[in-house]
């Protein structure tokens, strides 16, 4: 199969989960579009959010196979649901600052300490967290975590950043998130 067309399908699951959010259902399993674009970048752990006023609420969570249950789970219960003032955390700094967040094993000096933290669990070099932006308004957070650093022009940068866009197209065209 080519890039293009792993791209697309990745998308394409995305926008399955995406759409009956969008249209008011409550978050419905991620499962498959994270698994998906795990598998697709390589990445050590990759996540999903959705702003509900304040806070941050986990969409999904998927790890690569190899990542200890005990970290799983305590990420997953850690980030169920976290308010937009724990700036510490890249995927809050991404809706806080709606711009594009990367940590790397400097995160603490940046202010990241929470994601720095993450990233040593995960055994993970860099993490980027991108927000999706409806109406000048964050609506949910996109992240990944990844063994090798990566940079901008990146496949895995364009990817998310592409997945971001077009869930906030989706959104634009549905009702309104509930927020």
């Known amino acids: 199969m080519s890039d293009e067309n792993r791209n697309h399908e990745v998308i394409e699951l995305f926008r399955r989960v995406w759409n009956p959010l969008v249209a008011g259902s409550?978050?419905?399993?991620?499962?498959?579009?994270?698994?998906?674009?795990?598998?697709?970048?390589?990445?050590?752990?990759?996540?999903?959010?959705?702003?509900?006023?304040?806070?941050?609420?986990?969409?999904?969570?998927?790890?690569?196979?190899?990542?200890?249950?005990?970290?799983?789970?305590?990420?997953?219960?850690?980030?169920?649901?976290v308010s937009l003032d724990r700036i510490e955390l890249g995927c809050v700094r991404a809706a806080a600052e709606m711009r594009p967040v990367v940590a790397r094993e400097n995160a603490k000096n940046l202010g990241l300490g929470g994601s720095a933290t993450w990233l040593q669990r995960f055994v993970a070099e860099q993490s980027l967290a991108i927000p999706i932006i409806q109406d000048a308004t964050v609506v949910g957070v996109l992240a990944i975590a990844t063994a090798e650093p990566f940079e901008e022009s990146s496949a895995t940068w364009k990817m998310l950043t592409e997945l971001a866009t077009e869930l906030a197209r989706n959104a634009s065209r549905g009702s309104d998130l509930p927020m």
């Open 26 to 81: 409550s978050c419905v399993s991620a499962s498959t579009a994270l698994r998906a674009l795990l598998n697709w970048s390589s990445a050590r752990a990759v996540g999903w959010w959705c702003r509900h006023g304040d806070v941050l609420r986990m969409i999904g969570f998927e790890a690569a196979t190899d990542m200890s249950i005990d970290v799983q789970v305590a990420f997953a219960d850690a980030m169920r649901e």
